[in-house]
């Protein structure tokens, strides 16, 4: 009965779209069928089979459009402007180019519209260019539309719907489908990099004794400063910075530049949006020598209402937000700053955000803070996530993500594994570094961020290992071969992750101020953050200065001129004269009243992930310094 309901739905919307149908008496001959790739979930072979879906099941779905021309030659033409020395380096197109040239014509969306309006589904809008016909109806007539079967699984715990087998469509329209989101329900959905030890705006803030700047205060006491406190394996410890500002990050890897981004807007995408962003980010720069957003330099656009709130937590969202938007202004205090807060942390929402940074065509630059492990992203999604990178790279954009704060993932998934989308080769990673920030300004020493937790014993005299907590995300792509701009730099036949490096550390961390909610109120306050979220924005602060300096022409897709360019990243070889810093903490996160707690969270303890001379896992190929902020000539 299945197949004789999907022959009947490819027949009648082949009519529709205008090809003939040879009949020969009673029967008729099936149209040739094209077949979507790596639209039935890998899971699917290992999961429990359940049984057909309920046919009156509610299906929300989602047809991808393929670029006009093919995705080969939108993949060839973003390596050609994006490489230094080829003959179309930097010719990229405005977004009505794109259009012209690879967009996908209102034509095809009809034809998909006809198709799916014929095989019973009713058509609930179009995505920003184009990009995909979004549709909803029952489980039989998804079924008929798709030439699959959708079946129910148990599947990492939970009862989902899934294909038994791959959508096929009538060859004369799936040539235009990309692919087919949203009959695969698993759960999937991204969370913010940065390690909050809070979750804000709940209220949190760093204890005393901390160093104004990195060594300033020996741990040799508590903070009585009478009190001793035990050496960490044979060493005194400085006490953690209280955080660092922005006049010590540009010092630090700016240098004497006396660019600061000016003429160049760098994009931010999180879910939700703070709604204390612009009085917070003012706020903070007048407090810590930034200087006041100028009328209109710092922009808040959601993406649609918002939703899924009990599942993705917006509050800890707006502290990513908060870090950001501080980081980037940080490192460019004249750069213009446009967030983009999507509906809800899922892939959709966040595709819709993207898509809206690349529609609107105004950021050359375009920093993310999110993600998920490999292992729960699905081919479909990373088809529709790279053809935005891509139409915003030939619009001259460039995407840079956090590489993950989990390490190796094995103690959070029990698998070895990459960042999604971090590990895409369309996109830069960016790992990160514990960063030691001297009294005049300059790096001492930085090493791979990795850390385990040592607690103070009750008596007070030793120190207890608690373990792992946290660490730059990096490793080996299970999706991606290696890039043409990683030959020479790695080993491996795969993609590896990260590209660059920098400060993430939590115990070397930025401060950043955010409006919070305590115990006696709610108010603007401040506290010290890290995670590679604060490596991304950096690495983007930094990067609109190399954008400035080149006339603001954009810059595509970075790794080309990142490997290229070896000599404007510092390789970071190995652990620094520091094992840790010791680290004081409120016991109750907000003040004194309920005693003080003592860790020593050490450095270049990254899971299985080892700083190596020359390109790494922890790191990439190392951390940029002042040549990265000149743009090569063109």
């Given at each position: ?5 999907i ?17 020969t008496?009673s029967?008729q001959?099936?149209?040739a ?8 979930p890998?899971w699917t072979?290992?999961?429990q089979?359940?049984?057909?879906a309920r ?17 080969a030659a939108?993949?060839s ?7 230094p ?14 259009l012209?040239?690879f967009g996908?014509?209102n034509r095809?969306?009809?034809?998909v519209?006809?198709?799916?309006r ?20 029952t489980?039989?007539?998804?079924e008929?539309?798709?030439?699959t079967t ?7 715990g939970?009862?989902v719907r899934a294909?038994?087998?791959a959508?096929?469509?009538p060859?004369s329209?799936?040539?235009s ?27 949190f803030?760093?204890a005393?004794p901390?160093?104004i ?12 400063y009478?009190?001793?406190l035990?050496k960490?394996?044979?060493?005194t ?17 700016e ?21 204390t962003?612009a009085k ?6 007048k ?7 100028a ?7 959601v993406?649609?209402?918002?939703r899924k ?10 502290g990513e ?6 980081a ?5 205090p004249?750069a213009?700053?446009?967030?983009y807060?999507?509906?809800s942390?899922f892939?959709?929402?966040?595709l ?6 690349v529609?609107d065509?105004?950021?050359?630059l375009?920093?993310?803070?999110w993600?998920?492990?490999e ?11 790279e053809?935005?990178?891509m139409?915003g790279e030939?619009?001259g ?6 590489s993950?704060?989990?390490?190796d993932?094995?103690q959070n ?5 990459a960042?999604?989308?971090t590990?895409?080769p ?6 990160g ?16 961020w ?5 607690s103070?014993s009750?008596d007070g005299?030793?120190?207890q290992?608690?373990g792992f907590?946290y660490g730059a995300?990096?490793g080996?792509?299970?999706l991606?071969?290696?890039?043409t701009?990683?030959d ?5 036949a ?5 590209d660059v490096?920098?400060d993430?550390?939590?115990t070397t961390?930025?401060?950043v101020g955010?409006?919070q909610q305590?115990p006696?109120?709610?108010?603007y306050d401040e ?8 490596a ?5 602060g930094?990067?609109a ?9 954009g810059?595509?897709?970075l790794?080309?001129?990142?490997y290229?360019n070896?000599?404007a990243?510092d ?6 004269p520091?094992k840790g ?11 004194g009243?309920d005693g003080?707690?003592y860790?020593?969270r050490?450095?270049?303890?990254d899971s299985?992930?080892?700083?190596t001379p020359?390109y790494?896992l922890?790191?990439?190929?190392g951390?940029p ?8 000539a063109?």
């Amino acid at each position: 009965m299945h197949k004789r309901r999907i022959t009947a739905a490819l027949i009648a919307a082949t009519t529709v779209t205008g090809t003939a149908i040879a009949a020969t008496g009673s029967a008729q001959a099936q149209p040739a069928t094209r077949t979507i790739p790596h639209t039935q979930p890998a899971w699917t072979a290992h999961a429990q089979h359940l049984g057909a879906a309920r046919s009156n099941a509610v299906v929300r779905s989602r047809v991808y459009l393929a670029p006009k021309g093919g995705v080969a030659a939108l993949k060839s033409f973003v390596t050609a402007v994006s490489t230094p020395g080829s003959a179309q380096y930097q010719h990229f197109l405005t977004h009505r180019q794109y259009l012209a040239r690879f967009g996908t014509t209102n034509r095809t969306v009809r034809r998909v519209e006809s198709y799916l309006r014929a095989a019973g589904l009713h058509v609930t809008g179009v995505g920003t260019d184009n990009h995909y016909v979004a549709a909803r109806g029952t489980v039989a007539a998804s079924e008929q539309a798709f030439g699959t079967t959708l079946a129910v699984y148990r599947h990492d715990g939970r009862v989902v719907r899934a294909p038994a087998h791959a959508v096929t469509l009538p060859a004369s329209l799936g040539a235009s489908v990309l692919t087919v989101t949203g009959l695969n329900t698993a759960p999937h959905r991204a969370a913010p990099a940065s390690n909050h030890t809070n979750a804000a705006p709940a209220g949190f803030r760093n204890a005393r004794p901390c160093s104004i700047y990195y060594g300033q205060i020996q741990a040799k006491y508590q903070a009585d400063y009478k009190t001793p406190l035990p050496k960490f394996k044979h060493q005194t410890l400085p006490y953690a910075p209280c955080g660092y500002t922005g006049p010590q990050y540009r010092a630090a890897y700016e240098g004497n530049s006396k660019l600061d981004g000016s003429g160049i807007t760098v994009a931010i995408t999180d879910a939700y949006a703070a709604p204390t962003i612009a009085k917070d980010a003012n706020t903070y720069a007048k407090q810590h020598g930034d200087g006041a957003y100028a009328p209109g330099q710092l922009t808040q656009t959601v993406i649609g209402h918002p939703r899924k709130g009990k599942i993705c937590g917006p509050t800890g969202w707006y502290g990513e937000e908060t870090l950001d938007v501080e980081a980037v202004h940080a490192m460019a205090p004249g750069a213009d700053i446009h967030y983009y807060g999507a509906r809800s942390c899922f892939d959709n929402d966040l595709l819709d955000a993207l898509a809206r940074v690349v529609s609107d065509d105004t950021a050359q630059l375009v920093t993310n803070s999110w993600g998920d492990v490999e292992e729960a992203e699905t081919a479909d999604a990373i088809a529709a996530y790279e053809q935005v990178f891509m139409q915003g790279e030939a619009e001259g954009m460039s995407f840079m993500f956090s590489s993950g704060d989990n390490g190796d993932e094995l103690q959070n998934t029990g698998i070895k594994q990459a960042d999604y989308p971090t590990s895409d080769p369309y996109v830069t990673s960016v790992g990160g570094t514990s960063t030691a920030i001297g009294p005049d300004g300059s790096i001492e020493f930085q090493t791979g961020w990795g850390t385990e937790k040592y607690s103070l014993s009750s008596d007070g005299k030793s120190w207890q290992p608690v373990g792992f907590i946290y660490g730059a995300g990096g490793g080996t792509s299970a999706l991606f071969n290696r890039p043409t701009y990683q030959d020479g730099f790695t080993s491996s036949a795969a993609r590896q992750v990260p590209d660059v490096a920098m400060d993430a550390d939590p115990t070397t961390g930025m401060l950043v101020g955010e409006t919070q909610q305590f115990p006696d109120g709610t108010y603007y306050d401040e506290y010290r953050i890290g995670g590679t979220s604060l490596a991304s924005p950096l690495f983007a602060g930094m990067t609109a200065l190399r954008e400035q300096s080149g006339g603001g022409a954009g810059l595509g897709l970075l790794n080309e001129q990142i490997y290229g360019n070896s000599s404007a990243f510092d390789d970071v070889a190995g652990p620094g004269p520091d094992k840790g810093n010791v680290r004081v903490d409120y016991a109750n996160g907000v003040d004194g009243s309920d005693g003080l707690v003592y860790s020593v969270r050490t450095f270049d303890q990254d899971s299985s992930l080892k700083v190596t001379p020359g390109y790494d896992l922890v790191t990439g190929i190392g951390v940029p310094n002042q040549k990265w902020t000149q743009a090569p000539a063109s």
